[in-house]
């Protein structure tokens, strides 16, 4: 088992930026699989975007350009930037570690960002954008 903590959630206007840090341990450190998702009232946990142990990144096209997924293994935290928020990215954000269908299809293919892929959830944190 792995633990991750996210943190950085708030409340903001329209336009406005947050930035999101998800700390995890030694565990869901070696992992290959790390992700971004969120989930908004009454709707699916969706991916927002991946980061493999390559470095490639991924992202859900409705977000594309505005958020940016990084990782610093020193700290063994992830991070998301978040900037131009609109309403529609209101949700409880959560990171993920861990590739629960073995690695390979991220080697191959890059990050995937169905929920099914990731193994390890942490708490989440919640975003609200307000117009």
């Known amino acids: 088992q792995a633990h991750l903590a996210e943190s950085g959630g708030g409340s903001v206007q329209t336009g406005g930026s947050l930035s999101l840090s998800c700390a995890y341990d030694s565990h869901a450190a070696t992992s290959y699989c790390k992700a971004w998702f969120r989930q908004a009232p009454g709707k699916e946990r969706e991916g927002v975007a991946g980061?493999?142990?390559?470095?490639?990144?991924n992202y859900a096209d409705s977000v594309k350009g505005r958020f940016t997924i990084s990782k610093d293994n020193a700290k063994n935290t992830l991070y998301q930037q978040m900037n131009s928020l609109e309403p529609e990215d209101t949700a409880i954000y959560y990171c993920?570690?861990?590739?629960?269908?073995?690695?390979?299809?991220?080697?191959?293919?890059?990050?995937?960002?169905?929920?099914?892929?990731?193994?390890?959830w942490g708490q989440g944190t919640p975003v609200t954008v307000s117009s």
């Open positions: 980061i493999d142990g390559d470095g490639r990144t």
């Open positions: 993920a570690a861990g590739c629960s269908r073995g690695s390979q299809s991220w080697r191959d293919a890059g990050p995937r960002l169905q929920r099914d892929y990731l193994r390890y």
